[in-house]
């Protein structure tokens, strides 16, 4: 297990940001059952495109379901982690329409 999936705790808040190459907003997810995050405030932005990777190391990329990548409107409140992220190992939501947007994230077991 790496250092971020061993320090990552179930509550932690991340900083979203509009690229995937600036990865402060991983967090690790293929060990989970699930998970939501909580925005408190938007700060403008309006998405979550949800990108992954394998490996902390790797710039993330973009997922896709069903031919169409993964969003998440933002907006203040609780949103699920969607279906199509489970088992990628790092999940990392990238913004559209600001440049940063904070949110606590609750994952399960």
């Not at 991983?26 to 949800?50: E, H």
């Not at 190391?57 to 031919?67: E, F, N, Q």
């Amino acid at each position: 297990m790496n250092e971020i999936a061993r320090h990552f705790s179930p509550g932690t808040v991340v900083v979203a940001n509009s690229s995937a190459a600036t990865t402060s907003g991983l967090f690790p997810f293929g060990r989970f059952g699930g998970a939501c995050v909580m925005i408190a405030a938007t700060n403008s932005c309006t998405q979550i495109d949800w990108h992954g990777t394998n490996d902390p190391s790797v710039t993330p990329v973009k997922i896709y379901a069903d031919g169409a990548a993964v969003t998440t409107a933002v907006t203040v409140g609780i949103h699920p982690v969607p279906d199509a992220c489970f088992a990628v190992n790092y999940v990392v939501p990238v913004v559209v329409g600001g440049t940063t947007c904070a949110m606590t994230v609750m994952a399960k077991g």
